[in-house]
């Protein structure tokens, strides 16, 4: 008979934990899905990006922001997918998810690009942003060093979530789809963006809402309190931001 005791025994992961992690992995996924959806009438490519902020500026900062803040807000759920992976398979978990990771520190980058992009248009006019973007198109920065960490990081992630039994095939497949998305500055909607998008709902939006039924549940009290917790410390986060 075998003894487990507490210095042989792998604890529960402490960071992301598995509200933040299971939240994460159900809005982060859903939020990059409507954000796409958002802008799916519209050509591709940057200049018609452009035109239609310039013509219809709610809805595509709207698009663009829900898809910046799903990318943001996927992180904590990779965190929590890759320790998960690694209970097994260890070096799959650590480099699917480190490079996981940082292909979405890359997409936020872009999103900062995005926003520049359109307070130019907004300015001067979608033309000559345009322009100023055709010009500086391809501009080296580290950023762009992090382009293969934005599309094998989720295939690596995918391999190591399949073998680990953490996903199924379809599912795992499904993430793996999440390598097709487009990336790069002022890029619209295309069916490989809607097909990436939807893998990432499939096979973690299930994954996320497991995570938060796994363990005790807290008391309603507790609940209500963290909410009111996180709303006032959200809503003092925006108001500093906006002082500048």
């Not at 599309?151 to 039994?165: F, I, K, N, Q, T």
């Amino acid at each position: 008979m075998t003894v487990t005791t507490p210095a042989t025994t792998a604890p529960p992961p402490v960071f992301p934990g598995r509200w933040v992690g299971g939240a994460s992995l159900v809005v982060g996924p859903l939020l990059v899905l409507t954000g796409v959806l958002l802008r799916l009438r519209f050509d591709f490519f940057f200049p018609a990006q452009l035109s239609a902020y310039e013509h219809h500026p709610d809805l595509m900062r709207a698009s663009y922001g829900l898809v910046a803040a799903g990318w943001v807000l996927l992180w904590p759920g990779v965190a929590l997918l890759a320790a998960r992976i690694g209970d097994r398979f260890r070096e799959l978990a650590v480099w699917g998810g480190t490079l996981t990771v940082l292909g979405l520190f890359a997409r936020a980058f872009h999103a900062g690009v995005d926003h520049l992009a359109f307070q130019l248009a907004t300015v001067r006019g979608a033309s000559s942003a345009a322009h100023t973007v055709s010009e500086a198109y391809g501009a080296f920065h580290v950023f762009s060093t992090l382009n293969a960490a934005v599309m094998g990081g989720w295939v690596l992630l995918a391999v190591g979530a399949h073998r680990s039994r953490v996903l199924g095939p379809l599912r795992a497949t499904a993430l793996g789809l999440a390598s097709a998305m487009p990336l790069g500055v002022l890029k619209g909607t295309t069916a490989w963006s809607v097909a990436a998008a939807a893998g990432l709902c499939v096979a973690l939006v299930p994954l996320g809402v497991a995570a938060l039924r796994t363990g005790p549940t807290p008391r309603t009290a507790t609940v209500v309190g963290k909410l009111l917790l996180v709303s006032a410390v959200g809503t003092a986060m925006f108001f500093f931001g906006q002082a500048g």
